[in-house]
T-cell receptor, first 111, second 118 residues
Framework: QKEVEQNSGPLSVPEGAIASLNCTYSDRGSQSFFWYRQYSGKSPELIMFIYSNGDKEDGRFTAQLNKASQYVSLLIRDSQPSDSATYLCAVRSTGRRALTFGSGTRLQVQP | GAVVSQHPSWVICKSGTSVKIECRSLDFQATTMFWYRQFPKQSLMLMATSNEGSKATYEQGVEKDKFLINHASLTLSTLTVTSAHPEDSSFYIC??????????????FGEGSRLTVL
């Protein structure tokens, strides 16, 4: 079982729609959860992080965390073509300083 | 703040040669830096944790004699790929964390270095 799992996609949504990206993790003791966006050929850039159960909103982005279900998601409202990228879920597992990344979900926003 | 600069952004070399990649924290001191590798259409895989003034900690399966990491100052870590072979062709990315955000684990990434070994 992979430590961090994501559906590779592609997830295709029309412009203006809500994109929902999901991630599950195996280490129940994980403390911090991150969403990064990566454009092709570029390094990841942080969108937001969350470490408490519930929702956290930042502009068009909302991260949701459910530790009991070991599930974290990212909602992107009013999706734009510029949101088309690979979205990486990352987890800080127990006893580790580095982040463990999922394989990423490729999002395509159709104009 | 929290800018991490990586150089070179891309490099092509012949098989058997060595390549050095530099990672600098421009506006903060990074006591710890992390080196990741990413193959096409795959995720970032942690190679090693670089600690200023001490030996790097390598992940299982990563050859420490092949991937030499030096973290001689609080703003510079280097990764040297020794005797590179075509299978070492990859996207190498360094990252660092701010000391006051060490608890959350938030990472700031360099621009990445794409290595192609012919």
């Amino acid at each position: 079982q992979k430590e961090v799992e994501q559906n590779s996609g592609p997830l295709s949504v029309p412009e203006g729609a809500i994109a929902s990206l999901n991630c599950t993790y195996s280490d129940r003791g994980s403390q911090s959860f991150f969403w990064y966006r990566q454009y092709s050929g570029k390094s990841p850039e942080l969108i937001m992080f969350i470490y408490s159960n519930g929702d956290k909103e930042d502009g068009r982005f909302t991260a949701q965390l459910n530790k009991a279900s070991q599930y974290v998601s990212l909602l992107i409202r009013d999706s734009q073509p510029s949101d088309s990228a690979t979205y990486l879920c990352a987890v800080r597992s127990t006893g580790r300083r580095a982040l463990t990344f999922g394989s990423g979900t490729r999002l395509q926003v159709q104009p | 703040g929290a800018v991490v600069s990586q150089h070179p952004s891309w490099v092509i070399c012949k098989s058997g040669t060595s390549v050095k990649i530099e990672c600098r924290s421009l506006d903060f001191q990074a006591t710890t830096m992390f080196w990741y590798r990413q193959f096409p259409k795959q995720s970032l895989m942690l190679m090693a944790t670089s600690n200023e003034g001490s030996k790097a900690t390598y992940e299982q399966g990563v050859e420490k004699d092949k991937f030499l990491i030096n973290h001689a100052s609080l703003t510079l870590s280097t990764l040297t790929v020794t005797s590179a072979h075509p299978e070492d062709s990859s996207f190498y990315i360094c990252s660092a964390t701010l000391r006051d955000r060490a608890d959350t684990g938030e990472l700031f990434f360099g621009e990445g270095s794409r290595l192609t070994v012919l």
